[in-house]
C-alpha cells in the first residue's frame, strides 16, 4: 500500500502531510478532527472540505483501511470484528458494552508469536505487527458500529490492548496508536482509561516505567512457579518469574496515584488452579513485596485447546486463599464465550454455532 494512512498520524505528521499537499496547517486540523473526532472513514464524507481536494486525497491517501469480513454478536451483547487488512491477513476486536462504560478490546498483531498453551491466537503464529493506524482504525470502526459514525457516545469508552499480539512485540505502534487517540480533538481516550496487557516482555515494562501519560499495565501470570510457566508460557524461558517479578515491582514503584498494575492469572482446570498453587502465587508476590490486585480469568475453552476451565467453586476457594494471604483478587466474567471473543479465542475464526450468524454488514 503506497497512500499515506492518515488514521495514523498524529497532527504533527498530517500537518507535514498538509505541506506537501501545499495546503494549509489548519486543512491538517480539519482532517484529524474529521477521522479522529468525527470518526469519518471516507474522504467523501469530508463535506466541509473543498470537492477538488478530497479528490486529491482520495488519490494520496487512504483512511479506513480494514475491510470487515464478519461481524459477531453474542448473547451478552458483546461484539467481535474479525477484519481482514489491506494484505488480506485478519485483525480481531472485540466491543464489551457495560452498564456505565464501554471497552474495546484490540489487537496489536495480527496473529502472536508467542506461544502461550492455553491461547488460541498462538496456533496463528505472527502474521505482521499492526500499525498505529490499523489499531486506531479498529477502536473507530467499533465505536462507529455501536454508535454510528459521527454520534456523541453515551458512555465512556475503556481500551484494552488483549486482543491478539503481544503489545510489547510491537511497542512504538501501540504507544502511538494511544497518543493519537488521547488527543482531546480527536477520540479523547485517555491513557488513563487504557490497560495494555503482557505475557511478560521485561524490557518493555522497564521502559514503561520511565514514561509519563502511559496505560495501565497487566502482566499476564498463568503460573505460581517457573516450572509450570515455562510449559504454558514459553516466554518465561527468556524472562523468568524471578526478572518479570523484579521488573513488575520496579514498576509499581514508579506508579502514581491514579495508575495501576494488575496481574492476570487465567484458572486452568488441575493445572495450576490447586490450593498449593493458589499459597504459592501469594507467597511469590509477598516475597517481591507487589500490591497489585490480580484478576482470575476461569479458561475459555476453545478446540483444540486442551484445558478447561476451572469450576467456579474452585475459582472461589483460590481467591480467598490469596485474600487471606493479603493479595486483592477478582474473578473477572468472561464476555462473548460463545462467538469465540473471550480471553485467549481469538483466532480469527468464524464461530461456531449455527445460530450466530454473521451479520450481513458493508465492507469497513
Ligand atoms: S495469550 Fe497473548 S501473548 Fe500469549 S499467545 Fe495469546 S495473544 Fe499471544
Not at 8 to 35: H, N
Not at 208 to 215: E, F, H, K, Y
Not at 273 to 300: F, M
Not at 323 to 350: M, N, T, W, Y
Request: glycine share 4%; net charge neutral.
Amino acid at each position: 500500500m503506497q497512500s499515506a494512512h492518515l488514521t495514523g498520524m498524529s497532527q504533527a505528521e498530517l500537518t507535514d502531510f498538509a505541506v506537501t499537499l501545499t495546503e494549509p496547517p489548519f486543512r491538517a486540523r480539519q482532517l484529524f478532527s474529521a477521522i479522529q473526532h468525527r470518526r469519518l472513514l471516507s474522504f467523501a464524507e469530508m463535506t466541509d472540505l473543498p470537492q477538488e481536494l478530497r479528490a486529491r486525497l482520495g488519490e494520496q491517501a487512504v483512511i479506513s483501511t480494514l475491510t470487515l469480513e464478519s461481524r459477531y454478536l453474542s448473547s451478552d451483547g458483546t461484539r467481535r470484528y474479525l477484519f481482514r487488512t489491506h494484505d488480506q491477513l485478519p485483525a480481531e476486536t472485540v466491543f464489551i458494552p457495560e452498564e456505565r462504560r464501554d471497552t474495546i478490546c484490540f489487537s496489536s498483531q495480527s496473529g502472536c508469536p508467542l506461544q502461550c498453551t492455553f491461547c488460541l491466537t498462538a496456533q496463528l503464529g505472527l502474521l505482521r505487527n499492526l500499525t498505529a493506524g490499523e489499531i486506531v482504525e479498529q477502536i473507530i470502526f467499533a465505536r462507529n458500529d455501536a454508535y454510528g459514525a459521527g454520534v456523541e457516545t453515551p458512555r465512556g469508552t475503556n481500551l484494552v490492548g488483549m486482543g491478539a499480539g503481544e503489545p510489547f512485540l510491537n511497542f512504538e505502534a501501540v504507544m502511538k496508536a494511544i497518543r493519537i487517540m488521547a488527543e482531546p480533538s480527536g477520540l479523547y481516550i485517555v491513557p488513563n482509561r487504557v490497560t495494555v496487557s503482557t505475557a511478560g516482555v521485561v524490557p518493555r515494562i522497564r521502559e514503561l516505567a520511565t514514561i509519563t501519560d502511559r496505560p495501565h499495565l497487566a502482566v499476564s501470570l498463568a503460573a505460581s512457579n517457573d516450572e509450570l510457566r515455562n510449559e504454558l508460557m514459553p516466554i518465561n524461558k527468556k524472562w523468568p518469574l524471578r526478572e518479570l517479578l523484579s521488573a513488575c515491582r520496579d514498576f509499581e514503584k514508579s506508579l502514581k496515584p491514579n495508575e495501576r498494575l494488575t496481574f492476570e492469572y487465567v484458572m486452568l482446570k488441575s493445572v495450576n488452579d490447586t490450593d498449593e498453587h493458589a499459597r504459592q502465587l501469594a507467597n511469590l508476590l509477598n516475597r517481591y513485596e507487589l500490591h497489585a490486585k490480580v484478576n482470575l480469568i476461569p479458561h475459555n475453552p476453545a478446540e483444540p485447546l486442551p484445558y478447561h476451565p476451572s469450576s467456579p467453586d474452585r475459582v472461589e476457594s483460590f481467591r480467598r486463599i490469596l485474600e487471606s494471604k493479603g493479595v486483592h483478587a477478582f474473578v473477572r466474567k468472561p464476555r462473548g464465550r460463545d462467538i469465540l471473543a473471550a480471553c485467549g479465542q481469538l483466532a480469527a475464526r468464524r464461530a461456531p454455532r449455527a445460530d450466530i450468524e454473521p451479520l450481513a454488514i458493508a465492507s469497513g
